[in-house]
C-alpha cells in the first residue's frame, strides 16, 4: 500500500483572506456548524498530497467542485494507461497522473503541464487502486456535502452537473 495520501479540504471564508481549510469528512460531520459558510456557487478548496500523515505540498485552492470534476474525469484514462493532467483554473498549477505499471506516478507542479516550472511533488508513486480508491472517496465526499448543502445544487449548475457523471463513468471503470 502506498503512503502518498490525498484528501479533499474546503474553504471556509474568502480563499484570498486567510480562509480555513477543513477536511470534507470534518464539515460532514458538523454540518450544522458550517450551514451557511460554504457557498455552493463560490466554493473554494484544495486537494492535500500527503506522505505517512504529513502534508508534502502547500495547497493551492480553486473552485473545489471543477477541480474534482477534473480529476474524477481523468480517471478512466489513468486505468486505462493514458497520462492525464488536471490543470487549477485559477493559476498556473496542475497535477499530472502517468500510468507505470500497477501504479501511477503522481506530480503536482507550477508552469505549463508540457513544461513545469517547478515541481512541489514530482512522480511519487502511488498503487493504481489506492489512486482510484481516493479520487473516488474524495469526489463521493464532495458530492455528498453538497447535496447536504443544497439539494437542488446540481440540478442547476450544468458544470456540477457532469460531476456526477463523471462520478459514475469513474466508478464503472474502476469495477472493470
Not at 128 to 133: A, C, I, Q, R
Not at 139 to 149: C, N, Y
Amino acid at each position: 500500500m502506498s503512503s502518498l495520501a490525498l484528501d479533499v479540504v474546503v474553504l471556509v471564508g474568502d480563499p484570498d483572506a486567510g480562509a480555513e481549510a477543513i477536511r470534507v469528512s470534518d464539515v460532514m460531520a458538523r454540518l450544522p456548524d458550517y450551514q451557511g459558510k460554504l457557498p455552493l456557487s463560490d466554493l473554494y478548496g484544495a486537494v492535500t498530497v500527503s506522505r505517512n500523515g504529513k502534508e508534502i505540498a502547500e495547497r493551492r485552492s480553486d473552485p473545489i467542485v471543477q477541480l474534482m470534476t477534473n480529476f474524477v474525469r481523468a480517471l478512466p484514462y489513468v486505468i486505462d494507461g493514458e497520462s492525464e493532467t488536471v490543470l487549477l483554473t485559477e493559476s498556473a498549477n496542475g497535477y499530472m497522473f502517468e500510468p507505470s505499471g500497477d501504479e501511477v506516478l503522481f506530480s503536482f507542479f507550477a508552469g505549463e503541464s508540457y513544461e513545469p516550472d517547478e515541481f512541489f511533488v514530482e512522480r511519487e508513486g502511488i498503487d493504481l487502486t489506492d489512486f482510484g480508491e481516493q479520487v473516488l472517496r474524495m469526489s463521493v465526499a464532495l458530492r455528498d456535502l453538497v447535496q447536504k448543502l443544497d439539494g437542488q445544487f446540481f440540478e442547476r449548475d450544468d458544470y456540477a452537473k457532469s460531476f456526477i457523471e463523471f462520478i459514475d463513468i469513474g466508478k464503472k471503470a474502476f469495477k472493470t
